[in-house]
Nanobody
Framework: QVQLVESGGGLVQAGDSLRLSCAAS????????MGWFRQAPGKEREFAAA????????DYADSVKGRFTISRDNAKSTVILAMNSLKPEDTAVYYC??????????????????WGQGTQVTVSS
């Protein structure tokens, strides 16, 4: 399995921006679709964004479309989630995940076999 480590979470105010990073190691990064999921207190984990192996395809949840951008740097085995215009409802633990293969779209968390430990994002009003 690929190992994933997220960073970049924190406490921000509504309307601010934040950039999450996920560093991958242990396997060939370009074999994996990469996704970001989030889980708010008392709620189920939900899909936020995904990016294909080459970066040519991206997918977003409706709740973040137009505000979040997912990207990847295959040379650095890193995937980024740039979050703009943050809202209090974006408060959650954000998880990076890796999906081996070419399933697309890739919004179901059950498709992903490797997960990071999560990073907390808190947006105050």
């Amino acid at each position: 399995q690929v190992q994933l480590v997220e960073s970049g979470g924190g406490l921000v105010q509504a309307g601010d921006s934040l950039r999450l990073s996920c560093a991958a190691s242990g396997r060939t990064f370009t074999d994996y679709i990469m996704g970001w999921f989030r889980q708010a207190p008392g709620k189920e984990r939900e899909f936020a964004a995904a990016i294909s192996q080459s970066g040519s395809r991206t997918d977003y949840a409706d709740s973040v479309k137009g505000r979040f951008t997912i990207s990847r740097d295959n040379a650095k085995s890193t995937v980024i989630l740039a979050m703009n215009s943050l809202k209090p409802e974006d408060t959650a633990v954000y998880y990076c995940a890796a999906l081996y293969g070419f399933t697309w779209p890739a919004q179901s968390g059950y498709l992903y076999k490797s997960w990071g430990q999560g990073t907390q994002v808190t947006v105050s009003s």
